[in-house]
């Protein structure tokens, strides 16, 4: 194996995988060791294996702590959705998968559309620092963000202050939707949620290899066949070539 990629890669003697545990779509549970698993978690191991090293699984609480520890020594690659301003900081592969984000409003919502919510005097709850609060905080010109720790926190904030909408990824929302009585989940989405592997900035030759291994894996089918054994099919799509 290349002495520099394992330097970048594995500077420890083992892979780090930084894991957004907020995201349950790819942290879905626990292995019989009692290690994160999930999508996220086996593509982890997956590198780890080629590189021919162990995998540790280093948890965090949310995207945004990864993206603020990147560069600092605690992960080898970080697991989360590609977006320009943690680009700053993460060279990301191309999505290994995708996930819609949209909007559920509350029963009696005159809103019917996507493109209705951006108007004046529309409050919208949102996890803070999400890969789709990053990108509404870009896109929207005329609805309120209103940020709350974690998706537990936006829903919450969504039902005690009574605002105009929620925005989340689908398969949450559809889950969340049957605690709210007479709750819309609108048609399409606002953007789709491009799950990536990040590595430090600048690390060449590890912003390479993932990069390729990602690629592979769409083709010869891996993470087809991650997302069918951790039963979230119809939940998560395979990244686009």
Do not use: C
Not at 63 to 72: N, R
Not at 182 to 205: E, M, P
């Amino acid at each position: 194996m290349n002495p520099e990629l394992l330097a970048q890669l594995a500077p420890t003697g083992a892979l780090r995988v930084g894991l957004n545990m907020a995201n349950t779509l790819l942290n879905t549970g626990t292995t019989a060791d009692g290690e994160p698993d999930g999508v996220a978690p086996d593509m982890g191991r997956a590198i780890a294996q080629q590189l021919g090293v162990s995998a540790t699984m280093v948890q965090y609480a949310s995207p945004g702590e990864i993206a603020d520890t990147a560069g600092k020594n605690e992960w080898d690659l970080g697991m989360i959705g590609a977006e320009p301003k943690r680009a700053e900081v993460i060279d990301f592969s191309a999505a290994y998968v995708e996930i819609e984000a949209t909007y559920l409003v509350p029963a009696g919502s005159p809103y019917n559309a996507i493109d209705e919510i951006d108007r004046d005097g529309v409050r919208i709850a949102v996890s803070g620092r999400s890969a789709y609060d990053l990108f509404l905080s870009r896109d929207l010109s005329h609805a309120e963000m209103v940020r709350a720790q974690g998706v537990a926190g936006a829903v919450e904030l969504f039902k005690k202050d009574g605002l105009e909408a929620l925005a989340g990824l689908r398969p949450a929302l559809v889950a969340e939707s049957g605690n709210l009585p007479g709750s819309r989940i609108l048609d399409g989405g606002f953007t789709s949620i491009q799950q990536a592997i990040g590595v430090t900035k600048g690390n060449t030759a590890a912003a390479e290899f993932v990069a390729a291994f990602v690629e592979e894996s769409k083709a010869n089918g891996l993470i087809a066949s991650l997302i069918d054994k951790h039963g979230v099919t119809g939940k998560l799509s395979v990244g686009s070539s």
